[in-house]
């Protein structure tokens, strides 16, 4: 297979090795987030920090989060690559390394379904893909999960947003997402949709590519919070340094 359709390293875009999918190399390129974290969304901090700024001025909807790599200049790139030039595969791959970052996570958090950030259906249907559940795919299946991509819709086609405030985005977020049809609610209670019925939903893991302000993370949260699920959490595959208290 790796004759026929040589895979592509996620880091350089060059041939990989065969039988593997990241150049040894550039494994040591990646910014794994290291050290001390913010205990609420997983930044990096200093060491006396226990929250960065972000987190110290907006109160967040979700309960805590956590990423794996720093958004520095090369994941930027492979993100990029990976979003914007159908470079669909570079998507298990990173769901992979997302879901063994994350094997603390889900004993701790005891999470009932894995749910991605969803696309407007316009924008997915361009793309081809949505890069969130080609990643949040990998961690459901690691650990036996359900995958649930009704959970959550998008109600409205949002503009880029990289230029915005934290608190512009959250206004132009404001009602972007809703409960789908995956979801139903009981006497207060999520309830979700599986092969063998529908079973409550206490605990969500909400899966994206990449969490600057959190204000979609926020967004979603808020609407499955709305639709009954007691506690949402989030994983990313990067995420933003913060503009103070970084390391």
């Given amino acids: 297979m790796d004759l026929l359709y040589p ?12 039988g593997k999918t990241i150049c040894p190399s550039c494994m040591g390129r990646l910014p794994f987030v290291r050290g001390s974290r913010c205990r609420k969304c997983g930044k990096p901090v ?13 109160p967040h909807a979700f309960d805590q989060g956590t990423a ?3 958004y520095d200049d090369c994941v930027r790139e492979t993100i990029a690559y990976y979003k914007y030039k ?17 094997t603390p996570c889900i004993k701790e958090w005891k999470i ?11 924008r997915e249907r361009a793309r081809g893909y949505n890069q969130a559940a080609v990643v949040a795919a990998e961690t459901a299946k690691r650990y036996g999960i359900p995958l649930v991509t009704d959970a959550l819709i998008r109600t409205g086609r949002t503009t880029a947003m990289k230029t915005l405030s934290a608190g512009e985005r959250r206004e132009h977020l404001k009602s972007a997402f809703a409960a789908g049809s995956g979801l139903i609610t009981k006497n207060g209670t ?16 909400m899966i994206d590519d990449i969490y600057t302000t959190g204000s979609t993370a926020d967004a979603c949260a808020a609407a499955l919070k709305e639709a009954g699920v007691r506690h949402v959490f989030t994983a990313s595959v990067a995420i933003g340094a913060g503009a103070a208290g970084e390391e």
Avoid at 10 to 18: K, Y
Avoid at 46 to 58: A, S
Avoid at 86 to 102: D, K, M, Q, T
Wanted: glycine share 6%; hydrophobic share 45%.
């Fill in 7 to 18: 895979r592509r390293c996620p880091v350089c875009h060059g041939l990989a090795p065969a």
């Fill in 46 to 58: 200093l060491k006396n920090r226990v929250f960065c700024d972000d987190c110290l001025k907006y």
């Fill in 68 to 70: 794996m790599l720093v």
């Fill in 86 to 102: 159908g470079r669909r595969e570079y998507g298990p791959v990173l769901g992979r390394l997302l879901a063994l970052h994350l």
């Fill in 112 to 122: 009932d379904a894995v749910i991605p950030v969803p696309l407007h259906p316009s």
């Fill in 190 to 205: 999520a309830w979700f949709r599986t092969r063998e019925g529908w079973k409550p939903l206490l605990a969500a893991l």
